[in-house]
Structure formats: C-alpha cells, structure tokens
C-alpha cells in the first residue's frame, strides 16, 4: 500500500509514515502517542517502503560518521540543521580472536563498543532520534524514565541544545551515573523505587498539565526512540563490508535494541543494501540472574512474561516489567536463537574477561553479554562456527564498584631498585 502524503510533521523528507500497533496493526497518524487506541499495545513507527528501496550503499557511505548516515532508514532527522543530537554512533567493531581462543569460539568473534558514544552508552543513538522527533513535534523540555544510561544521555542532550531536562531514577543507582547525569545541569528526581515504579510515575506524570509540554524519550516518544536502536544493526553490517553476521549477543532490559537490531536487519536485506548469512542471522539475549523475567519465559516455553523484582548488580539492565519482552522471544524463537543468564559473580568475571582479552573496560551490562556469550558457548547453543558479534553497550568507568576491590596493583613498593628486587620486579 502506498499513501500519497502532503506533508510529515516530523520533515518533508522523513520516510516515516505513521505508527502502527505492534498487537493489532491499527495504524496512526505521527505523534507523541505510545499505546493503541484500539487493543493498548505498543506502537511503531511505519514507514514508506519505497522511500527505504531508493536508499543505497553509496549515499550512505558518503553520509557523516555517526547514525546520521542511516538518516534514510530513521524516521527524524534528515535535515541537519533540525538535529537535536550529540552525533553518536559509528563505533568500533573491534576483531576479538583472544576472547574467542578463551571461550572456545572458532570463528571470527567481533565486539561492537558502544561505549564510544559521547555519554558512553548506546543511549545516545535513541535519545538523538527521539529528541530530534520530540523537536519537530514542538515540545519544550526533555525527560526520561531511566536505569542511569539514558538519563545521562537525555541531560546531555538537553544541555547542548539549550533545552530545559527532568529526568527521573531510582535512588540508589551507582554514583557514576548520578554524578554523570548531574553534571548536566538539568533536574534530576531520585524516586523511592525501582525502574519500575519510576516508568509508572513518569507515565502517570506525562498525562498532567504541568507535563504537557515535555518529552519523555521513552514514554510519550517510545515508538521514535526505539528506532535510535536499528543504527546498531546497520552498523555493525556496513562494517562488516554489508553482511550481516550469523549471530549476535545483545543484553536486555526493556528487550526492545534486541528487537531492533533484528528488525534492521530485516530491512537491509528487503531493501537489498546487506547480505543475509547462509542459513539466516540468530539472534541471542542476555540477561542477569537478578532480572531475567525475558529469558525465564524462554526457557519456559512462554509467551507471557512474569515481571519480576529486580536485584543485582546489573543496574541499567535492570527492568522487571520488560515493555518488549514478548517481542525479542518471538525475534529470538523466529531466528533460532537462545537467552541465557549469569549471576553477579559471573557478570565481574564477564567484565574482567572483556577487560583483558580486548583492550574494553566494560559497564556491567558488558559483564552480562561476555559472561552469557561464554556460557551460551559451553552450552551449546551458540554454533562455536559461525561468525558472532556481541554489544557491549556501556562503559565501565560508570559502574567502577562492580570490580574495586577485586582488581589493583600487582606490586605496592617503595620507590628505589632495592624494594624492586625484593618483590622480584628485577633480579
Ligand atoms: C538500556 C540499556 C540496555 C538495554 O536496552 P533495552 O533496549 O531496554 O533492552 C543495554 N545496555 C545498556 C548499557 C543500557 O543502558
Ligand atoms: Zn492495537
């Protein structure tokens, strides 16, 4: 079906078409709507098809070095000058031959870091196509319910727009990602609660008046802000010469990147701009111990899931009540793929092992993918032949508790060659 359209809210030139009901495919014009009038399921965008088949390889090599130069697959964007963004994207993907020899993976292992962003997670990719979406919709203030990464990469944001910021937490996340969100300058409001509890407040908040004029990333403005996450689908297969791998490891807290990276790469190959894997791609989810409500239906054969209440060290993962839960086991059961998950002593051992086989000082979410990845390995369940990419999506210095006081200096000595040799430094 092809809709001739006079103009798009979010740019003349955006290929975004409208929201579709990912329950009952109920289609909606573009807004700051997030749920379906008809059956209250998750919306996301649609897009004109022909739009997405006339973009190609050419024009997105020759495209800026962020995620900019999939503006033609985004549904904001698309003029520089109306971008509310810190330009992310355009990581590493960094050839792991170390980290595979250790967990027995025979073919080549690949780690996309997307530490590198400007605020050090993968947040900066759906916070810049949400907020530069949020802008063209005329909203005033940008907000966010967040476990720490987003809302260090929403206050960020804002500051560089010169746009006001009130982002919302749990009290007790790790002060690398408090101080880091409030260096910013924005308000920030630490409630006494979960995530959970703090996505419920903040979807209470954004129906009021006082609310009226802001944009909650992942609220109001979900369904754009979900989008952000396919730039690490077409990344990591335009890095890879436009073949998409043959599995890859990505962590889950909402569980919706993992649905998008699949999602992306659905559209590379619809639209002819990547090659598939022979056999096709797998997709696998990484979860915690202490949150693993996406895995556990898996493992369950489920279709529901159960929420949970979340603990562990695995903070920015973790979401008891997923929002794409149901979505990434039918992206993972569709592919062939398997979840699994590791206890807090295995996620400081993932981070370690990342640390000293690839040169990357991964967040705990990081700990989580390395750790899953190794034990998906020794399980079986990843195919040791094939090629794998895995996401890390933070960066370590943010949840430097996680392994002080395991890891620090191999010698403590006194500053003379005397005290070196009695260590046995020098002989
Ligand atoms: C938010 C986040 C994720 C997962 O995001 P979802 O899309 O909600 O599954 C993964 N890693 C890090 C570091 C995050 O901050
Ligand atoms: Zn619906």
């Known amino acids: 079906m092809t809709t001739a359209v006079a103009s798009s809210p979010l740019g003349l030139a955006s290929p975004a078409r409208g929201l579709e009901c990912r329950g009952c495919g109920a289609r909606f014009p573009l807004a700051a709507q997030h749920a379906c009038f008809e059956c209250f399921g998750p919306l996301e965008v649609w897009y004109d098809a022909e739009a997405f088949a006339k973009v190609t390889r050419a024009q997105i090599e020759a495209g800026p070095k962020s995620i900019w130069r999939y503006a033609g697959l985004l549904p904001a964007g698309q003029d520089p000058a109306q971008r509310v963004t810190l330009d992310p994207g355009f990581t590493p993907l960094i050839k792991a031959d170390a980290l595979a020899a250790e967990i027995g993976l025979r073919a080549p292992l690949w780690v996309k870091d997307d530490s590198a962003n400007p605020t050090h997670s993968f947040k900066d990719r759906v916070?810049?196509?949400?907020?530069?979406?949020?802008?063209?919709?005329?909203?005033?203030?940008?907000?966010?319910?967040?476990?720490?990464?987003?809302?260090n990469s929403v206050a960020a944001h804002a500051a560089r727009a010169g746009v006001p910021s009130i982002v919302f937490i749990p009290y007790d996340l790790e002060q690398g990602k408090v101080i880091t969100t409030a260096v910013y300058?924005?308000?920030?409001?630490?409630?006494?609660?979960?995530?959970?509890?703090?996505?419920?407040?903040?979807?209470?908040?954004?129906?009021t008046d006082d609310f009226e004029d802001t944009a909650f990333?992942?609220?109001?403005?979900?369904?754009?802000?979900?989008?952000?996450?396919?730039?690490?689908?077409?990344?990591?297969?335009?890095?890879?010469?436009?073949?998409?791998?043959?599995?890859?490891?990505?962590?889950?807290?909402?569980?919706?990147?993992?649905?998008?990276?699949?999602?992306?790469?659905?559209?590379?190959?619809?639209?002819?701009?990547?090659?598939?894997?022979?056999?096709?791609?797998?997709?696998f989810g990484a979860q915690s111990q202490g949150c693993n409500p996406i895995a556990t239906a898996l493992h369950g054969g489920a279709?529901?899931?159960?929420?949970?209440?979340?603990?562990?060290?695995?903070?920015?993962?973790?979401?008891?009540?997923?929002?794409?839960?149901?979505?990434?086991?039918?992206?993972?059961?569709?592919?062939?793929?398997?979840?699994?998950?590791?206890n807090d002593e295995e996620i400081r051992d993932g981070i370690r092992l990342l640390a000293r086989t690839t040169g990357v000082f991964a967040e705990?979410?990081?700990?989580?993918?390395?750790?899953?990845?190794a034990k998906l390995v020794a399980s079986g369940k990843l195919d040791p032949q094939l090629e794998t990419v895995i996401y890390n999506t933070g960066e370590g210095l943010k949840t430097i508790d996680a392994v002080a006081g395991r890891v620090g200096p191999t010698y403590h000595v006194k500053a003379s060659l005397k005290a070196a040799r009695e260590v046995g430094l020098v002989s």
């Open 127 to 151: 916070v810049s196509v949400a907020l530069t979406a949020a802008k063209a919709l005329g909203f005033r203030r940008y907000a966010c319910a967040s476990t720490g990464n987003l809302a």
């Open 185 to 207: 300058g924005g308000d920030l409001v630490a409630i006494e609660g979960s995530y959970d509890d703090v996505n419920r407040l903040c979807s209470e908040l954004v129906e």
């Open 217 to 283: 990333v992942n609220v109001n403005l979900r369904p754009f802000y979900a989008e952000g996450s396919k730039t690490l689908g077409y990344e990591v297969a335009e890095q890879l010469g436009w073949r998409i791998p043959a599995q890859v490891v990505i962590p889950m807290a909402s569980g919706e990147l993992l649905t998008k990276v699949d999602k992306a790469f659905e559209e590379l190959v619809a639209s002819g701009l990547a090659v598939a894997p022979e056999g096709g791609w797998r997709v």
């Open 364 to 373: 705990t979410a990081g700990g989580v993918t390395t750790a899953v990845t």
């Open 303 to 342: 279709t529901e899931i159960v929420p949970v209440k979340p603990t562990g060290i695995a903070k920015s993962l973790n979401i008891g009540d997923p929002a794409a839960g149901i979505y990434a086991l039918e992206s993972v059961r569709r592919t062939n793929g398997w979840m699994d998950y590791v």
